[in-house]
């Protein structure tokens, strides 16, 4: 285990995300604020990316917030390049999904992209927000037992009748240039 500077760093970052995220839900708990969001299923293969944030304990998709003036797209390569220094073109996310549900204590308005790839890319996870990233079964995915309800939306619609999503859609894989 790496005990330099650098994890020092990292750790004082993960405790400051787990102590925000918690006064942040307490505050939504109270304010119950409307939010802007955007996601993105990437598939390799027949499975989908998932990632660990630092201050949850369910899986999720890379994303995040929509800034004021962002594009949802925009924000989704920001935050696909941010959390996993992926880099990819605008046409590589195709908008699979828009939905408004409830969670966190705030009424989210998400945007469910899709980028498909060849083959498995380097990930490079931040190790503060984000603390692990790997490619599963969508089925071992939807039978965590707490899921965002986006994301347990989506891969319902997409395989939960047992298809693939590759059959669901004509479309080829991408690769992220």
Known sequence: MDTGPAAMVDLLWRLAYRVGFRAARLWWRLRR???????????????VLVVQQSYRASPS?????????????????????????????PDDLVLAREME??????????????LRLDEEPVLRVDNRE?????????????????????IRAYLKERVGGGGSPSAAYGTPPRTPR
Do not use: K, M, T
């Open 33 to 47: 604020p409307a939010h802007d969001g955007a996601v993105v299923a990437v598939w390799c293969g027949g499975r």
């Open 61 to 89: 998709w890379p994303g995040g917030g929509i800034r004021r003036g962002e594009d949802p797209r925009e924000a989704a390569r920001r935050e696909l390049r941010e959390e996993l220094g992926l880099e990819v073109a």
């Open 101 to 114: 549900v409830d969670w966190d204590h705030r009424r989210e308005r998400v945007r469910v992209f899709e």
């Open 130 to 150: 984000v603390v692990a990233a790997r490619f599963v079964d969508p089925q071992a995915l939807l039978a965590e037992p707490v899921l965002p309800p986006f």
